[in-house]
């Protein structure tokens, strides 16, 4: 009975062994690893404040015939001066100098310079701007571009030697469209035309559009005239690497022609729609969508947030990875008379798709240092 | 062939914290012969339980050797053979009298019979209640109850710690009955009781366990001679004085008398002193020792 | 294997007659009824449009509804999983010290049954009942979020099974104790502390670095080495609700070291049964 009994206890010693070192092996010496949280571009946060802040560079004096003291100006932002304004207008800022320094920014840059940097190099001898360096923020409207940054270096005159040029306004210079005389590397010249209007500000700005009226009024602006109405982007709005007003038609047309009547009813339903993205770490992107009907809206709402589900099935069922992974992160967040709509891509499916790039850019490189 | 067969068995119950122990049973030898009624029987603590546990395999003999049935108890087929009612059976209270003999008839190893569950426990006299919560029944009920599981399967050895505990007197004949039936049926009883007058109306043989010994052992009627002591009655009127010069003691009612007579020669011519002296003989009788002044006695003499 | 069954059987039966698991069995059901009528999900086109929970929109987001009801999922694993081994723990303190009392365990001793069988039967009908009450609560939930939901997630019923695994190494520390000390008290006292040693060593790779490198350090690791690693399975659970990448290496082979952890404790367990005196 005793060796019975003893049995007993040689079976426990070799199944607590053998459970120790089962759960040893199952379970891995690693801590478990942390989920990447996305953290999406929902409100200034105190650096956006702090950014704002630095770029209220400019005073202007108000035009007075002298009945009044004069008050004293608060400073701000020409870029936000320079946007468009009025209902129905759209312009996307995009954070030329943040979005450099994100991880996106690294990625989007190898794809820039696959071929070793020499589109880069020449456009930096021709211009004399350095993007990578003298590009603060790229603002694109619905009539042209408005560049910000330093342009102390440019070379307007010899870029447009052989364009008719007119003062316009304190520092602000307009060039109207001409033929362009580019010298080559290798010396030779090769002449072009540009239709494009372009409008010069200090060494801060510069303004592109298809007609002078155009760039005319986005210098007006800039001096202190203009329209009454408010830029279609505020200060408080100038939040995310990316931000900016869309105009309604513009979205819709993002809709693809499957759900045809989604887009329709965009358009019926929603008045603006403002975007934002975040790309410090992963690249998120909220569209806030308002219209005056709060039940149409709140309808289009959830019928989008339906089209987001569908397509993720969607794409799970055909096995599209990065487009099911990126849905995953799809919301739509229903709130009275607007709602939101957050999507986002994981910085690491990102690097995945953009890995060519660096590869192409480092063989590149290899190459140019080749005698 | 013996039932039981225990030589020098002994059970010191060890304490985790303390050197020494209690010493439950001392060395004990008894024979239970096959188809015997015996009864066990000594004072509160004398070892009773402890050794019909270590007959059963409950505990653990410290030493000496038990056999049981011709094998060990700790064989469990041995055990089958074997029907137990412990002294403080705990019944489940919300199962019925035949949900609990089906259960113990399975884990006994055999298939359940409903009918066969009913006539046992007409048998013990539980008909009327078979259907009915066994946390109802009263304890002399749940006695009953008990008998019955330990006769299910009709087995070899019966051992029965105080079975007729609680059961009212009309019912512990009823039991008595069973019992005397098992014993005309070859089983053997092993009965550990209290109550001696049981004792001695069911069992053959008797054993005295006191301290973890056995004091004495052997058959009924043997223990119980009580050796020369008759109790003689006198019609009324016979002369005191001369029965007492014949050798009789007055008794504690009118005309009974005692005599001490080794054999038979010595107690008629004491009787024919007593008729010559003009007493009239109505009753004779040997004053034997009940189970009570047995024991006693033993413990007595034991002190 | 018939006696072990037979003793199972006969625990159920016990388990059956108690009004305290009854009691259990109807409060489980109330839960899952009041869920099933108060939680009102609005599910258009396979996203969750809206989440009402005893009236109240709760702001989850439009979004699809196996990704929205994600938290819901993981947090409906970890509580079958906790709460299923705490309820057992409580519930089922009783029913090896009752077993093993005065006038019980002597009439089973004595019955023709190794005692082993005794043990291993009480085993064997506690884990039965932990695994029918796991699964009826495991079940009701999948049933209520896929009616309500169209979409039936299976993180409830691998909690339930994960749990019941667990519980089979907590029950067997409890039943091992009864052996030593026929106390339910004791019994539950024991399981809880199994229980929480089982969460601490689930995150011992975490833990360790509390500790001074060195003996303690190494002590610590030895130590938690043995013991069962339930948050380890609990969070695994929550993970497989939430269709998120699992945090251990192997499920099966950590599942598998819990139950034979288990049963290296019942085999102590039926080494002091063996020798004890009733």
Known sequence: MNRRRGMWLVLAVVLLGLGAGLMVTGQGDEPRPERPQVEFPRRMRRDDWKRAEQRRTQVVQPVDAGTQAAE???????????????????????????????????????????????????????????????LDRLVITDKGLVLSGNFSNAKFKEL?????????GPGAKVYEPGSVVVTTENGSQRRGRDDGVVGTWNDQLLVVGDNP???????????????????????????????????????????????????QRLREVASTVELHMDARSDVAMVAEIRGADERKVTDLGKSLGAALSVARLKAQAEG?????????????LPGGSEFKMELAVPLDAIKERLAFCRDERQAGEARQEKP | MSAIEVSGLQKTYR???????HDALRGVDLTVPEGSAFGLIGPNGAGKTTFIKAILGIVHPTAGTVKVLGGSPEDPSIRARIGYLPERLHLPGAWTATAFLHTVAKLKGHRPDTAAHLRLLERVGLAHAAGRKIGGYSKGMRQRLGLAAALLGSPSLLVLDEPTDGIDPVGRVEVRTILQEEVRRGTTLFLNSHLLAETERVCDRVAILADGRVLREGRLEELARGGARWAVRFAPGADAGALAAAGFQAGSTEGLFHVEAADPAVLNAALDKARAAGALLVELRREGQDLEAVLTSTMGVAA | MRPVLGIAGYVLREAASRKFILAFLIGITLVLFVLSLSLKLEVLDGALAATRLFGEEMYLGIRAVDVALRPLFMASAYVVFYGGILFGIVACSDFAPSLLSPGRIEHLLALPLQRWHILAGTFLGVMTLALCGSLYGSVGLWLIFGVKTGYWPIGPLVAALL?????????????TT??????????????FLTFVAGIIAGYRSSIAPVFEEGLSRKLFLAVTAVIPRLSALATASADLAASQPLGVKSLELLLAGVVVFGLGVLAVGLWRFEGKDY
């Open chain 1, 320 to 332: 599209n990875k990065d487009l099911a992974q990126m849905l995953d992160f799809a919301k739509v």
């Open chain 3, 163 to 175: 749990a019941c695994g667990s519980f089979a190494a907590v029950y067997a520390v409890m039943l």
């Open chain 1, 213 to 263: 009226e155009s760039v005319k009024e986005v210098l007006d602006q800039v001096h202190g005239g203009g329209s009454n109405e408010p830029p279609v982007i505020s200060e408080g709005s100038t939040y995310g690497e990316m931000y900016g007003v869309l105009s309604v038609e513009e979205i819709a047309k993002l809709i693809p022609k499957e759900q045809a009547d989604l887009a």
């Open chain 1, 160 to 168: 447009f030697q052989e364009r008719t040029a007119s003062d316009y």
């Open chain 1, 72 to 134: 004293p100006q608060r400073p701000r932002d020409p870029v936000l001066a320079a946007l468009p304004r009025g209902a129905g207008r759209s312009a996307v800022v995009i954070e030329a100098n943040a979005l450099r320094h994100s991880p996106i920014g690294e990625l989007l840059l190898d794809c820039l310079m696959r071929d070793g940097g020499k589109r880069l190099d020449e456009f930096r001898r021709v211009s004399g701007v350095d993007p990578l360096q003298d």
């Open chain 2, 15 to 21: 304490s985790a914290f303390r050197r020494t122990g």
């Open chain 3, 178 to 191: 009864a052996t030593l000390v026929r106390s339910a008290a004791l019994c539950a006292a024991t399981g």
